[in-house]
């Protein structure tokens, strides 16, 4: 059946959606940033793979893909370590809500985390990377349904109001990570050009303190073009490319 993993789907024949759902969306992405007046190159794809097998991540490294989200540290490090021999070069990007008890794990093996909403979070981050020896980039996550009027959902996470400032600030502070930028996802029911451009206001109050900060993560495999049109860096797809989620296992 299309779109799932499960009994019936050769690895050949999974590899071949794959390659063609990969494809769809390259070129649905550039025809995107021709609309925005924007060069596709500037764009990273990030495909989030969560609850999907190793396989998968490794039939989409053979097509090209090198940016990967997950949003479970458990699975997410079971999968970084066992491509970590045969595609050292991906980037594993964490774009779920992020538990501090759970910040020393994913700095192991994350390059990027783009769900950091709290100092407190910023602070457990930049420690575990000090002790991997390594760097993180980090987004600032934006809830933004408060100033659109939208429901506040507390299981997607979030910084909201003066305190996306502060803990940009508390990033910027951290030894070893670096502050990419902001992210957000659009409220559900919501126009999403609409929240995006709530994001842009974000990120011009946050730029004045920190210029650097230009990237922008946003957009899903449902609102890619208003993402892309609004100034994302950063889509995070799933769906579009690996087809409907499996339940979690």
């Not at 990273?44 to 190793?54: D, N, S």
């Not at 490090?77 to 491509?83: G, N, R, T, W």
């Not at 020896?133 to 349904?145: H, K, S, T």
């Given at each position: 059946?299309?779109?799932?993993?499960?009994?019936?789907?050769?690895?050949?024949?999974?590899?071949?959606?794959?390659?063609?759902?990969?494809?769809?969306?390259?070129?649905?992405?550039?025809?995107?940033?021709?609309?925005?007046?924007?060069?596709?190159?500037?764009?990273?794809?990030?495909?989030?793979?969560?609850?999907?097998?190793?396989?998968?991540?490794?039939?989409?490294?053979?097509?090209?893909?090198?940016?990967?989200?997950?949003?479970?540290?458990?699975?997410?490090?079971?999968?970084?370590?066992?491509?970590?021999?045969?595609?050292?070069?991906?980037?594993?990007?964490?774009?779920?809500?992020?538990?501090?008890?759970?910040?020393?794990?994913?700095?192991?093996?994350?390059?990027?985390?783009?769900?950091?909403?709290?100092?407190?979070?910023?602070?457990?981050?930049?420690?575990?990377?000090?002790?991997?020896?390594?760097?993180?980039?980090?987004?600032?996550?934006?809830?933004?349904?408060?100033?659109?009027?939208?429901?506040?959902?507390?299981?997607?996470?979030?910084?909201?109001?003066?305190?996306?400032?502060?803990?940009?600030?508390?990033?910027?502070?951290?030894?070893?990570?670096?502050?990419?930028?902001?992210?957000?996802?659009?409220?559900?029911?919501?126009?999403?050009?609409?929240?995006?451009?709530?994001l842009v206001a974000a990120a011009?109050?946050?730029?004045?303190?920190?210029?650097?900060?230009?990237?922008?993560?946003?957009?899903?495999?449902?609102?890619?073009?208003?993402?892309?049109?609004?100034?994302?860096?950063?889509?995070?797809?799933?769906?579009?490319?690996?087809?409907?989620?499996?339940?979690?296992?």
């Amino acid at each position: 059946m299309i779109g799932t993993t499960g009994p019936g789907i050769g690895d050949a024949a999974r590899v071949a959606q794959l390659a063609e759902r990969w494809g769809r969306l390259r070129e649905r992405v550039a025809a995107a940033a021709t609309a925005a007046g924007r060069d596709a190159g500037e764009l990273t794809v990030v495909v989030v793979t969560k609850f999907f097998p190793a396989r998968d991540v490794r039939a989409l490294a053979g097509l090209g893909v090198r940016d990967v989200g997950e949003s479970r540290d458990q699975e997410a490090s079971a999968k970084a370590a066992a491509l970590a021999g045969p595609h050292p070069d991906l980037r594993w990007h964490f774009v779920g809500q992020l538990q501090t008890n759970k910040a020393r794990s994913v700095a192991r093996y994350a390059s990027v985390v783009h769900s950091v909403d709290r100092a407190r979070l910023a602070r457990a981050l930049a420690a575990g990377a000090a002790a991997a020896g390594r760097e993180l980039d980090c987004f600032v996550q934006v809830d933004l349904a408060a100033a659109l009027g939208a429901a506040v959902d507390p299981a997607r996470g979030g910084a909201a109001g003066d305190d996306v400032l502060r803990v940009a600030d508390a990033v910027a502070a951290a030894g070893s990570l670096r502050l990419a930028g902001l992210m957000a996802v659009a409220p559900r029911g919501q126009e999403p050009a609409r929240a995006f451009a709530e994001l842009v206001a974000a990120a011009e109050r946050v730029r004045r303190d920190h210029p650097c900060a230009v990237a922008l993560s946003a957009g899903m495999s449902g609102d890619l073009e208003a993402a892309v049109a609004a100034g994302a860096t950063h889509l995070r797809v799933g769906s579009a490319v690996l087809g409907a989620r499996p339940g979690a296992r």
